[in-house]
């Protein structure tokens, strides 16, 4: 982590994307501060993935600012390799791992700790593989090491091997897309926790879940999209989750109203 001082790890001012004629962002500020984790929410189509998308490199926005631990970042110089040295992590569904290659495998993948003459030192990695999933994890009496196939992982488990390498690589921001989809309870619980972790860690996360009782019992600060703007802040406690899910449903409402008279 960096000793020196800044309020926001990330901070996106007046964004605005264009795809040909279609305005997929409009006047987006965004800011996820030290220690904070942001849940973003919205209906399908709202630009949550566009948003990410700018903010972790993988595509450039038509105007707009970023800035990271307060200093304003070039566009031109600016990628996804450029935002993994800057420490961010994006955690994606369960696509993330390798299915049939080993924990310590995808855990060094792109990133693999090499002797002077280019070869992988083996034993190193999946010494601090094991030491991740005991110690910063949590897989104790899980019958997981680091020699286990992705396979033989459940959805959660799978997740918290994810989080737990963002984690080591000394990420400042870790981004999850909606890591619950598809998943059992009990293994979304397990996510919950591995969640909290980032915020116990010193870490930053911004939170994509469709899931308001997720989203809404984690987050210090929900951001609302609706057709590429930012409708509503709500700050922890400010809102029950039965108010969050009547003001989101309010929302959807006057949305439909608005297209049907407009039709």
Known sequence: ?????????????????????????????FAVGRNEIVGLIGDNGAGKSTLIKIMTGVERPTAGNLYIRDKKVDWEGYSVGRAH??????????????????????FFVGRQITNRLGFIKVKQQKQIANDVLLNQIGF?????????????????????VAIGRAMHFDSDLIVLDEPTVALAITEVRKVLDFVRGIKESGRA????????????????????LDRGRVVREIHKGEMSLAELTSALIDLQHAKVETAEAGS
């Open 1 to 29: 982590m960096s000793g020196s001082e800044y309020r926001d790890v990330v901070r996106l001012e007046n964004i605005q994307m264009h795809y040909g004629n279609v305005q997929a962002l409009s006047d987006i500020n």
């Open 85 to 106: 040295e800057l420490r961010f992590e994006t955690v994606y569904q369960e696509k993330s791992l390798g299915e049939k290659q080993p924990l310590w495998r995808n």
């Open 140 to 160: 104790r009496g899980a019958g997981i090491d680091a020699d286990s196939p992705v396979a033989q992982l459940s959805g959660g488990e799978r997740q918290g």
């Open 205 to 224: 996360c911004v939170y994509i879940e469709h899931n308001l009782a997720h989203v809404h019992e984690l987050a210090d600060r929900l951001v609302v």
